[in-house]
């Protein structure tokens, strides 16, 4: 694809420059470094797959963009390579092909916190390749203090500079450096609603696999971060195509982190703010223009140049014993602008526990519940009910009601690298419409992680 092209070989001139402004801010290693040999690659490599199911349930009518009344069955799988690269003492590459594929129940359409939280990287039911993440980070050191770091997917082990400035350049999922959580970020190993794994009513930037181009800085200290990235935004809504404009559309993104302990259990708290530049529609005016034409509105006549939407996410972990810990969101946006890019979600509310299996012998097992209130804005309801449609639901009418999602799951380890995971979710108000449902979303997830070095240590003569 032309765009494609270009933000590449834009992204391939940024890896160079970083590269060569990386090789010159090298420093000869410190004395804290001289016993730690950094590591120079890694491989790993995941397979994931869902399936998930739901029956009847009470539902007098529905819309284009309902979730369907009868029995569905639905699998995606998605399979990853990282590839890490150390390229400097400080820059390191990241290389990311991945495979997706898989349906979601009624096109993922019917509930704004989708149960399936890989369904994102799947555009076709038809397992297909692409670029997931390429990417380049430089790390700038101030002062002689290092932490250690361990190898992981997309993290190559060694020393860090405690405090440093880093930036990173190329394609990847904005995902991968906001809104962390330790206890909900990840829906092949944690939670997997949407609204869950990430803040729902952040509408991050993306294409419909979840990926977009872009860069990030931030700036480290002991026991603080700020974040700031601007990525493309995608062309339409939901779409897999970006815009090349990013001059004018684009998303921003900024993040403030504050790391502490009570006791010796560690914490953190994130504030998040964003603003999507985009050629977006409106609610009210799309109500407006229904109001003079007839017929239901629709926010995609509205679309104009320059719209802005923003919005605002808290995040909050907090360690309670070394088995045990806890976690919030809050999440806020404009509810006046169309939803682009994640999901159909203005006001948000999460709060969960997840426990490791020490206590009965599992330690690399999981235990966790958590509740999710997801809402919209008084003009956002008054679209939908008026019968206009947002790119994943929309039912034609509406009798408002908050999306109420508790969810619950049990991953246990089977054998290294293996997990298997029973999920279950309870959907009242689906697509925020008192009614239809409730209904029950059981699903069952397989999870297979690999190291290559480890492999190749094990197969060594």
């Known amino acids: 694809m032309p765009e494609t092209r270009i933000l590449l070989r834009l992204a391939v001139l940024g890896l160079a420059v970083i590269t060569v402004l ?21 491989l790993f490599y995941q397979a994931t797959s869902i399936g998930d199911y739901h029956g009847t349930f009470r539902s007098p009518y529905q819309g284009p963009n309902s979730l369907r009344n009868y029995v569905e069955r ?27 594929g898989g ?25 297909k390749p692409y670029l997931a993440r390429l990417y380049i980070t430089q790390d700038f050191g101030f002062g002689d203090e290092t ?58 930037p993306a294409d419909v696999r979840g990926y977009t181009w872009g860069w990030v800085h931030e700036f480290h200290t002991k026991n603080w971060a700020f974040r700031y990235a601007s990525a493309a935004m995608p062309k339409v809504a939901n779409g897999l195509r970006f815009d090349r404009r990013v001059f004018r559309d684009r998303g921003d993104v900024f993040e403030v982190e504050r790391r502490f302990n009570i006791g010796a259990h560690p914490g953190a708290v994130r504030l998040l703010e964003y603003i999507n530049h985009a ?18 509105p629709s926010v995609i006549a509205t679309r104009k140049v320059g719209t802005l939407k923003y919005g605002t996410g808290l995040n909050v972990e907090q360690e309670i014993t ?45 235990a966790a519940a958590e ?65 239809r449902g409730p209904v029950w979303i059981p699903s069952l997830r397989f999870h297979l992680e690999l190291n290559a070095k480890t492999l190749f240590k094990a197969n060594a003569p």
Do not use: C
Request: avoid cysteine.
């Open 147 to 204: 932490e250690a770091v361990e190898s992981e997917p997309n993290q190559l082990a060694g020393k860090r500079p405690v405090k440093r400035y880093s930036i990173t350049v190329g394609r990847f999922t904005v995902t991968d450096f906001f809104d962390n959580n330790r206890y909900t970020h990840d829906p092949r190993t944690q939670f997997m609603g949407w609204a869950v794994m990430y803040n729902g009513a952040w509408d991050y």
């Open 74 to 100: 639905d699998v995606s799988l998605t399979t990853t390579l990282f590839l890490g690269l150390r390229l400097a003492k400080n820059t390191r590459l990241y290389f990311n092909p991945e495979i997706a």
């Open 322 to 366: 070394q088995d045990l810990g806890v976690f919030g969101r809050l999440g806020w946006n404009d509810g006046k602008t169309e939803s682009f890019a994640f999901t159909a979600i203005d006001r948000l509310a999460t709060i969960g526990v997840s426990v490791t299996g020490t206590r009965w012998k599992r330690p690399f097992d999981t």
């Open 103 to 127: 349906r979601g129940f009624s096109g993922v359409d019917g509930i704004a916190n989708a149960p399936n939280g890989e369904l994102p990287r799947v555009a076709t039911a038809t397992p």
């Open 22 to 42: 990386g090789a010159q801010a090298d420093k000869p290693p410190n004395k804290t470094d001289n016993n730690v040999a950094p590591e120079r690659w890694n």
């Open 371 to 435: 509740l999710t209130v997801s809402g919209i804005s008084g003009v956002h309801a008054l679209y939908l009910q008026r019968g206009g449609l947002d790119f994943l639901i929309g039912d034609g009418t509406l009798r408002y009601g908050p999306e109420t999602i508790p969810e619950a799951y049990y991953s246990a380890r089977l054998f290294k690298g293996f997990f298997a995971t029973f999920d279950l979710q309870h959907v009242t108000n689906p697509a925020y419409n008192r009614d």
């Open 279 to 296: 050629d977006a529609g409106n609610y009210a005016e799309a109500i407006r223009l229904a109001d003079l034409t007839g017929g239901p």
